[in-house]
């Protein structure tokens, strides 16, 4: 039986990226962290925000909220209340940089030098082992980005409440269309 002989610096190169793969993971926590920062801001200004019957602030404020879940805030200039919700939604961008990792493992394994021909033992170990340090360095910051809440990002971005208006329209944020702003 013939045995496919393989390359030892090719071998040691595709060994050597390993701790690449680790370095290369690219965790949304590091990068934009658990909290995103929410401008409000209302015509007039002065509006008081509660959240949970808490005075948060005043308008124009900028709010430093936890991306891991959604709020219900409440919005009081005198007399007048509007209900503004916060919602969070997956962030794919931030979990797509998750994955890198695994991918250029996959893409590692199959352009390596064992060939398919009569892999020898060591270098289905080195697969294997390429491929689980993959997997290691994309789950690891996924399921931390997912726990810490920093792969979700707060809609709307920016909110604007305009208590001049006659009809009680709920508050718009910038970047809705102006269909929804009605």
């Known amino acids: ?9 090719r071998f040691l190169l595709t060994l050597a990226l390993i701790p690449v793969l680790v370095l290369a993971t690219s965790c949304a926590l590091s990068v934009q ?3 995103q ?27 430093e909220l936890s991306r891991g879940s959604g709020y219900t805030l409440l919005v009081r200039l005198g007399d007048q209340e509007r209900e503004v ?10 979990l797509v940089l998750d994955v890198i990792p695994f991918a250029a493992a996959v893409i590692l394994v199959v352009a390596s030098p064992c060939g398919s021909e009569g892999w020898t033992d060591l270098c289905t170990t080195a697969q294997t082992i390429v491929i689980g340090a993959g ?14 809440g920093a792969a979700y990002d707060l809609l709307p971005r920016e909110v604007m409440i305009d208590f001049d208006s006659e ?9 809705e269309s102006e269909a929804g702003r009605d």
């Open 1 to 9: 039986m013939h045995r496919h002989t393989v390359d030892p610096r």
């Open 33 to 35: 962290g658990p909290t």
């Open 37 to 63: 920062s929410i401008p409000f801001d209302s015509n007039p200004q002065g509006a008081e925000i509660y959240l949970d019957g808490e005075l948060l602030g005043v308008t124009p404020i900028t709010l």
């Open 85 to 94: 919700i916060i919602t969070n939604a997956i962030d794919g961008g931030a």
């Open 135 to 148: 997997a290691v360095a994309s789950g690891i910051p996924l399921v931390i980005d997912v726990a810490s």
């Open 167 to 175: 009809d009680a329209s709920p508050p718009t944020s910038v970047g």
